[in-house]
């Protein structure tokens, strides 16, 4: 079974990559080399921040 977005899962999009910059300014997180659009993408683990 292939994980795919929904159009209401897509549209959440612009807003959780608007909080990851916020964080990497905030937290002085390094920039992260894939973003929440490769979210098409094969699945992969998700990542944990700790805080």
Do not use: F, N, Q
């Not at 292939?2 to 920039?31: F, H, Q, S």
């Amino acid at each position: 079974m292939e994980y795919a977005l929904t159009e209401k899962g897509r549209a959440l999009v612009p807003l959780i990559e608007d909080m990851r910059v916020y964080g990497r300014e905030w937290l002085g997180c390094a920039v992260d080399e894939l973003s929440i659009a490769d979210a098409e993408a094969p699945a992969r683990a998700p990542a944990v921040a700790a805080v």
